[in-house]
T-cell receptor, first 114, second 113 residues
Framework: ETGVTQTPRHLVMGMTNKKSLKCEQH?????MYWYKQSAKKPLELMFV???????ENNSVPSRFSPECPNSSHLFLHLHTLQPEDSALYLC?????????????FGPGTRLTVL | GENVEQHPSTLSVQEGDSAVIKCTYS??????FPWYKQELGKRPQLIID?????GEKKDQRIAVTLNKTAKHFSLHITETQPEDSAVYFC????????????FGGGTRLMVKP
């Protein structure tokens, strides 16, 4: 349960605020991911990083800005969000990006945008 | 791109009965199909996966079947227990595609004691 950690666990912010979500993995993995989980919608992949390089951006609005300083840490910087951005944001990691590498999820950050 | 449909969205069974959740996918190149279980307020956790070179895989009370021709795969849980109550997600991905999982919409399974 401590392989992938996320902070904060809960975040409430106004539309004009700037905040950051943090993810850390202790599994020695090389790939990290951000997902958005909204009510009544499938998990949506947002970004993929492999060896600190962004390999996928799934048409995410620019108000979400990822940062991956090393293979163990992943951030999601948030600014001028909209109420519809309220969701559970999940981080995941995997050994690689072969297409069959198991992804291990963090506990998520519950974000509420007022 | 890939599209994964999952049914049913909710499923209620009596303890001890079997539960079956079905998923279909659109991209015939997909070759890896994991299933995740998410308990209330917790993270999704992998419970079983199957690759396209096999048609069935079993792990104790859980089994997954894959029909590549029809492009569908199913999760089977036998002898259900109250602790099986959770939301189950199927997903699909393919090699050389950045390990991008496309998820189904989820099935809320309720096991009544």
């Amino acid at each position: 349960e401590t392989g992938v950690t996320q902070t904060p666990r809960h975040l409430v912010m106004g539309m004009t605020n700037k905040k950051s979500l943090k993810c850390e993995q202790h599994l020695g993995h090389n790939a990290m991911y951000w997902y958005k989980q909204s009510a009544k919608k499938p998990l949506e992949l947002m970004f993929v990083y492999n060896f600190k390089e962004q390999t996928e951006n799934n048409s995410v609005p620019s108000r979400f800005s990822p940062e991956c300083p090393n293979s163990s840490h992943l951030f999601l910087h948030l600014h001028t969000l909209q109420p519809e951005d309220s969701a559970l944001y999940l981080c995941a990691s995997s050994h690689g990006t072969s297409g069959e590498d198991t992804q291990y999820f963090g506990p998520g950050t519950r974000l509420t945008v007022l | 791109g890939e599209n994964v449909e999952q049914h049913p969205s909710t499923l209620s069974v009596q303890e001890g009965d079997s539960a079956v959740i079905k998923c279909t996918y659109s991209d015939s190149a997909s070759n890896y199909f994991p299933w995740y279980k998410q308990e209330l307020g917790k993270r999704p956790q992998l419970i079983i996966d199957i690759r396209s070179n096999v048609g069935e895989k079993k792990d104790q009370r859980i089994a997954v079947t894959l029909n590549k021709t029809a492009k569908h795969f199913s999760l089977h849980i036998t002898e259900t227990q109250p602790e099986d109550s959770a939301v189950y997600f199927c997903a699909a991905s393919k090699n050389n595609a950045g390990n991008m999982l496309t998820f189904g919409g989820g099935t809320r399974l309720m096991v009544k004691p």
